[in-house]
């Protein structure tokens, strides 16, 4: 499989639940990402890992937490969210964390908090 | 600082028209601008990228953009619209280690 792939691609929790969203890239990329992307609304990155070190955490509610073992895989456990976090949440890797590496996005995970 | 601002959230053409989305964006450093092209449930996947050199880029399925730096611009062209060119188009800057800003999106419609 190539690419970076996500999982699962729906995802309906409740604000009490616990759940994980789960992203492998098969780029042999050493940067990853987590983006948020909600209606009319600017994506917004959430987290980068490079080289599997957390480089940015944009300000995000600790109620996400983020989790990268290596750098093929990246988590993002969700717990007591919130109806507002209900958006799509996208992976991306890239090459390196150079400012003209373009992001290669997976396909994200549609959740929905209710 | 850097930001994007993309003209018209909503662009409708003709098949066989042209495509023109607009972007235009500020930056303190020298940019790095990118085209992304998002279907429908799908993830943004690159169409095209300038870093420096020449600056009309092109880019994938018969896109192309031209950086220009006197009006900081860098809109998206196609001589001819298609059908599968329906999706949502985001411009994006990135000025510094993966500070990339994205625009909020214009949506492509095409008409038959």
């Known amino acids: 499989e190539t690419g970076v792939t996500q999982t699962p691609r729906h995802l309906v929790m409740g604000m009490t639940n616990k759940k994980s969203l789960k992203c492998e890239q098969h780029?042999?990329?050493?940067?990853m990402y987590w983006y948020k992307q909600s209606a009319k609304k600017p994506l917004e990155l959430m987290f980068v890992?490079?080289?599997?070190?957390?480089?940015e955490n944009n300000s995000v509610p600790s109620r996400f937490s983020p989790e990268c073992p290596n750098s093929s895989h990246l988590f993002l456990h969700l717990h007591t969210l919130q109806p507002e976090d209900s958006a799509l949440y996208l992976c991306?890797?890239?090459?390196?964390?150079?400012?003209?590496?373009?992001?290669?996005f997976g396909n994200g995970t549609r959740l929905t908090v209710t | 600082a850097q930001s994007v601002t993309q003209l018209g959230s909503h662009v409708s053409v003709s098949e066989g028209a042209l495509v023109l989305l607009r972007c235009n964006y500020s930056?303190?450093?020298?940019?790095?601008l990118f085209w992304y092209v998002q279907y429908p449930n799908q993830g943004l996947q690159l169409l095209l990228k300038?870093?420096?050199?020449?600056?009309l880029v092109k880019g994938i399925n018969g896109f192309e953009a031209e950086f220009k730096k006197s009006e900081t611009s860098f809109h998206l062209t196609k001589p001819s619209a298609h059908m599968s060119d329906a999706a949502e188009y985001f411009c994006?800057?990135?000025?510094?280690?993966?500070?990339?800003?994205f625009g909020i999106g214009t949506k492509l419609q095409v008409i038959p």
């Open positions: 890992y490079n080289f599997k070190e957390q480089t």
């Open positions: 780029l042999g990329h050493n940067a």
């Open positions: 930056s303190s450093v020298p940019p790095y």
């Open positions: 991306a890797s890239s090459q390196d964390w150079d400012p003209d590496s373009p992001l290669h």
């Open positions: 300038y870093t420096t050199g020449a600056t």
């Open positions: 994006a800057v990135s000025g510094g280690y993966q500070k990339v800003t």
